[in-house]
């Protein structure tokens, strides 16, 4: 990767982390985040230090971030009204997270406990949950974190875990690096980490493979989820392998290739895809459980829309439903059926919710308990959908 490259990626790490930060309160952290971000390269009277077929990116990158800039304070008060909970999503990036209480990884009992995975793509770092001894093979969902989250801490925050002790099913919780990405965002947006057998799609199917086969698990029951960088990425991974993964869930995310560089992924962040033409269509639209807060600051809703039509919506009859979760907030959930009935995508846009984890807990951050149980809603969506034979 070029020098400019990872200027342009360092960039776009500092407007995830500054709209974090706006949601959180924060604003004049972000405001000098984000001019401290745009300042590195220029020479003592602004000229940009660039390569001259550079320069246009940089001017389109230029834009964006003033226009973050100067909706930094505009913004922030919807938000945090929608979220209720005094500026604060969850506990902030900068707190030092609880991590999941393993269970005693004695025989028979459940355990929680790291690895790692090396293969031709490269090396990372895991969680791994295992259920208590069950007769016959199980399930397994892989969970990719957002920005500056860890699996520990995603792993607190969604309660997976505990679901999977009551319904014994694996959670594989792959960990992205700081030095693979500075907030240790997946790169959904850079193209070498998006395709088949290549970058970090490659890292996290080949160990799910590598889990699949060490332990009793059902290769018809593995699925994938994802929040925000991680829900991007996860649409990615699923496109990319779909006689790995039977279905995919995307919450506060974007779907599969709507960004190729990242300017294009500042601009979907914030606005939405332009036209459908903008993201990849697949050939078989892959089993998709989409969850996004309508008052998401960091993602805009249309990326949750742009997904489900990704996944094949036109050709499938929806079902809608109102209700108000048990925290107070109302939600919308459809549900798209084929001509036989069978429920192949569902959407909960949940009014209130901004960037974080419907129905999850204060344990982890990014979360809002008040919203509908997302990690319950994916989990029963999954088990409805197991790959085709």
């Known amino acids: ?85 005094s500026g604060r999503v969850g506990r902030r990036p900068d707190e030092e997270a609880m991590p999941a209480t393993p269970e005693p990884a004695t025989t028979g009992e459940s355990s929680f406990t790291d ?42 925050g969604t309660g997976m875990n505990t679901l999977a002790e009551t319904h014994g099913f694996y959670v594989l919780y792959p960990g992205q690096t700081s030095r693979a990405n500075g ?38 029951h593995v699925f994938i989820a994802g929040l925000s960088a991680g829900g991007a990425a996860a649409a990615n991974v699923a496109h990319a392998y779909p006689e790995l993964f039977a279905a995919v869930g995307i919450h506060s995310g974007l779907a599969a ?19 459908a033409a903008d993201c990849i269509a697949p050939v078989t639209p892959m089993p998709t459980i989409v969850v996004h807060g309508e008052s998401d600051g960091t993602v805009n809703p249309l990326n949750g829309e742009q997904a ?42 949940v009014r209130g919710l901004g960037h974080a984890w419907s129905g999850g807990t204060m344990a982890g951050s990014y979360t809002d308990p008040r919203g509908p149980d997302a990690s319950r809603a994916m989990l029963n969506f999954f088990l409805a959908n197991p790959l085709k034979p």
Not at 38 to 65: C, F, I, Y
Not at 123 to 134: D, I, M, N, Q, S
Request: proline share 6%.
């Open 257 to 275: 290739g709507c960004a190729r560089d990242v300017s294009a992924a500042l601009t979907v962040m914030r606005l939405g895809p332009v036209a």
């Open 1 to 85: 990767m070029s020098d400019q490259q990872n200027r342009m990626q360092d960039r776009l790490a500092d407007m995830m982390e500054a709209t974090r930060l706006t949601a959180t309160g924060r604003i004049g952290d972000a405001s000098a985040l984000i001019q401290r971000s745009m300042n590195e390269g220029l020479e003592p009277h602004g000229h940009v230090s660039q390569p001259a077929e550079t320069a246009g990116l940089t001017d389109r990158l230029r834009k964006v971030v003033e226009s973050v800039t100067q909706g930094l304070e505009r913004s922030v008060a919807p938000v945090l009204e929608g979220l209720g909970v």
């Open 115 to 156: 690895g790692s995975h090396t293969g031709p793509h490269g090396t990372r770092e895991y969680k791994l949950f295992v259920p208590k001894a069950h007769p016959g093979t199980r399930p397994l969902v892989v969970m990719l974190h957002g920005c500056s989250q860890s699996p520990a801490d995603f792993a607190a």
């Open 308 to 349: 489900l039509t990704q996944a094949g919506i036109a050709g499938l009859t929806p079902e809608v439903t109102e209700a108000v979760s048990p925290g107070g907030l109302p939600y919308i959930r459809t549900r798209y059926a084929d001509a036989a009935g069978h429920v192949s995508v569902e959407s909960w846009l």
């Open 183 to 220: 907030q240790r965002c997946w790169n959904w947006f850079q193209p070498g980490d998006q395709d088949r057998e290549a970058g970090e799609t490659g890292i996290i199917a080949g160990m799910t493979r590598a889990v699949v086969a060490e332990h009793r698990i059902n290769p018809r």
